[in-house]
C-alpha cells in the first residue's frame, strides 16, 4: 500500500483506528528461569509473526511493529511527490485475527501546528494526554501490567507535544500508579523496582529533554538537568523507589524512546533486577505509559 503526497506535502499522518496483528514475542516463566532468560533475551519483543512499518525515501521511515495498536498513530516526513509504502508482512499463524484500519491525512509545510515538527513519529495537543508505547496493553488494570508485558525491540523515535497557550512546562507521569506503567531496563536494585537515570540508562530507556522536578520547572529551565530515565520507577533522581513525575520547560515537548535489540539477563540472575531486565514487576521488559499534563506560566 502506497501513498503520494503532493509537491507541498510535508507529512502524512496514518491513524490506527484498528490495528491487530500478531504480537511480539514475550517472556515466559520457565522451571529454571535463568535458562528461560538467557535462551530467550535476543527473541524477547521481536515481531517474529508478524510485522508492520511504513517505508519513506529520502526520510526517516517508522519503526517495526505488531501487536495491538487500535488507537495509536504515526506521521512520516515526506519529499516532495516521492511515495511512502505501508508495509505489512504477516506470518504463517492462524491463532490471531488480525484486522486494521488505517486513517490517512496529507499536511502542507505550512500546517505544523496540525502536523507537528519535522521528526516526530507521534504529534499530541492538548493540555492533559497520554502516549503508549506501541504495542503496549490496552487496559490500564493493574492486574495486567504482569511479567509477561513487555514491549518491542529496535524503537527510536520521538512523540512531541504542542505548547498550548498560556502554558509553560509539561510534567510526565506513571498512568497506572498501583500496577506500575513504566519498565525500562534493569533496576539499581537486585531485588527491589527502583529508578534510574542519566548515564545509568543506555540499554533502553526514554528521554526527556531538561527533565526535572516540578519545583524547579516552574521557576526556571534549570543550569543542571537529567535527560534519560530508566529502570522500574519514573522519577527525577536516582534510586527512586516512589513514582514522581518528571518535568520539563524544554521546547517542543518531546518525548523520546529507545530500545535495543535484546533483554539483557546474566546468568545466575533471575531473581535480581539489577541483572535481568525480566525480573521484579515492573519488569524491564514492560515499556510505558506515561500522562502528561501542561502547567500554566
Known amino acids: ?27 515466559t516463566a520457565a522451571t529454571d528461569p535463568d535458562d528461560t532468560v538467557l535462551t530467550q533475551n535476543y527473541a524477547i519483543g521481536d515481531c517474529v509473526t508478524d510485522q508492520f512499518s511504513i517505508a519513506a525515501p529520502g526520510q526517516m521511515g517508522s519503526p517495526i511493529i505488531c501487536g495491538t495498536n487500535t488507537g495509536q498513530h504515526m506521521i512520516i516526513d515526506s519529499h516532495g511527490t516521492d ?14 485475527s488480525r484486522s486494521w484500519d488505517i486513517y490517512v491525512t496529507q499536511y502542507t509545510c505550512s500546517q505544523e501546528d496540525s502536523a507537528g515538527p519535522p521528526g516526530c513519529l507521534q504529534y499530541f ?9 506501541f504495542g ?6 493493574a492486574t495486567t501490567t504482569g511479567v509477561t508485558t513487555t514491549h518491542l525491540q529496535n524503537q527510536n523515535y520521538q512523540a512531541c507535544v504542542r505548547r498550548e497557550k498560556g502554558y509553560c512546562y ?17 533496576s539499581p536494585t537486585a531485588a527491589i523496582a527502583k529508578g534510574s537515570t542519566g548515564t545509568r540508562c543506555s540499554l533502553d530507556y526514554i528521554s526527556i529533554p531538561q527533565g526535572t522536578t516540578s519545583t524547579i520547572a ?5 543550569a543542571a538537568f537529567i535527560q534519560r530515565f530508566c529502570g522500574r520507577i519514573l522519577g527525577p533522581a536516582d534510586d527512586a523507589a516512589a513514582t514522581a513525575s518528571v518535568c520539563s520547560r524544554s521546547y517542543p515537548f518531546v518525548l523520546g524512546f ?7 539477563a546474566t546468568n545466575n540472575a533471575a531473581s535480581k533486577a539489577d541483572l535481568t531486565e525480566a525480573s521484579v514487576t515492573p519488569g524491564g521488559i514492560l515499556g510505558f505509559a506515561l500522562g502528561y499534563t501542561q502547567a500554566s506560566c
Request: charged content about 10%; hydrophobic content about 30%.
Open 218 to 222: 516552574a521557576t526556571t529551565t534549570p
Open 136 to 141: 503496549y496493553l490496552t487496559s490500564n488494570s
Open 1 to 27: 500500500m502506497g501513498g503520494r503526497d503532493s509537491s507541498s506535502g510535508c507529512r502524512i499522518r496514518y491513524d490506527f483506528t484498528a490495528h491487530t496483528l500478531a504480537t511480539q514475542s514475550v517472556f
Open 258 to 264: 529507545v530500545t535495543d535489540d535484546n533483554e539483557l
Open 125 to 133: 495537543t492538548g493540555t492533559t494526554g497520554l502516549i503508549k508505547s
Open 170 to 186: 509539561i510534567c510526565w507521569a506513571d498512568w497506572n500508579t498501583p500496577g506500575g506503567s513504566f519498565g525500562l531496563s534493569i
Open 83 to 96: 511515495c511512502q509504502t505501508v508495509n505489512f508482512n504477516i506470518g504463517a499463524s492462524t491463532t490471531t
